[in-house]
């Protein structure tokens, strides 16, 4: 595909035909050198890989993690087209909240940890390769969010409870199931030491350790045309449960284990008598004990390959 057809994703974006040439587009360019694969060379393997494709940013910042915000404000001011980020998951989703839908498409290449929005566009490649590809074979990708104490997020939102099941998870991946027990039980017991949460959502309500919200990005219960949010109460009625939840989440689809309670909701309500911890696309935070969690459309727009994006309609 050549770089002056980029393919709108979505049934709204499509009915607005928009289309884009990158050659003349107004790209800007931020690096993160706080971010473990922003490395000396990053800077310029990054401005090598747009100049092949005949592509030049006109604006660039590079700087550690304190220099985000500003060179974000700064963005802001130069109505860029196109805004290349590299950096961790926290600027990333700083990054994603300062594009505007019909504005500024954002391309969140992974250069931290857990990569959680990149992961979800490019796949398992580096940002060397989800670059490439992208300029490629690229297309806009409308991103719909949630919102939850006045944070937004794209991906994925878990409140309360045990957040070291997910390491039991991966130790299973890795055949350590020595360290999946081991980890299971450490959650369980962080879990049942934690008020529970109530939570209300569609036609059900309860306590549960744990609430997760998908956005359709990820979800695989939702269809693209759904403006809903995937929810999901979690209970841990016990050792044995902990670690069939554990097992459940590396092996086969963990909504499916029995205790579970998930539906499609644009809002969510959270209680408890006391402040709610919280993940959002990876970055930790504290909520107060009362926590509405909405459905947010159209949050901005991304560039992906075309690719990846007919890989995920299989």
């Known amino acids: 595909m050549a770089l002056t057809e980029i393919n709108v994703v979505g049934r709204e974006a499509a009915g607005g035909d928009r289309r884009l040439n990158l050659r003349q587009a107004r790209i800007g360019v931020l690096l993160n ?33 304190a220099d985000v915000e ?118 369980l017991r962080e879990s049942l030491s934690a008020d529970s949460m109530s939570y209300r959502f569609a036609d059900r309500a309860g306590v549960a350790e744990a609430v997760a919200v998908l956005c359709p990005l990820i979800s695989r219960r939702l269809d693209d045309d759904e403006r809903v949010l995937e929810a999901a109460a979690i209970r841990i009625e016990g050792t044995v449960a902990a670690l069939r939840l554990a097992l459940n989440a590396a092996f086969r689809d963990w909504r499916e284990d029995p205790t579970v309670e998930h539906a499609k909701t644009r809002l969510i309500e959270l209680s408890s008598n006391q402040p709610i911890p919280a993940m959002l696309d990876g970055e930790t935070f504290t909520l107060e004990g009362n926590v509405r969690v909405e459905f947010a459309p159209n949050a901005f727009e991304a560039l992906r390959p075309q690719g990846e994006i007919e890989a995920a309609e299989d």
């Open 70 to 187: 500003a060179a974000l404000a700064e963005a802001r001011t130069h109505s860029l087209d196109v805004l290349v980020v590299l950096g961790g998951d926290g600027t990333i989703r700083a990054a994603a909240e300062t594009c505007e839908p019909g504005g500024t498409l954002l391309m969140p290449l992974p250069g931290g940890t857990m990569n959680v929005l990149p992961k979800a566009l490019y796949g398992g490649r580096s940002w060397r390769e989800a670059l490439q590809a992208t300029l490629a074979d690229p297309a806009i990708q409308p991103v719909h969010g949630g919102v939850a104490g006045g944070r937004r997020f794209y991906i994925a939102g878990i409140f309360g409870g045990p957040t070291k099941l997910a390491e039991a998870r991966e130790a299973v991946r890795e055949h350590d199931l020595a360290g999946a027990v081991e980890k299971g039980v450490a959650a």
């Open 33 to 65: 050198t706080s971010s473990g694969s922003c490395d000396l060379e990053a800077e310029a393997d990054l401005h090598g890989i747009l100049e092949s494709a005949g592509l030049r940013a006109e604006h660039r910042w590079c700087g550690g993690g």
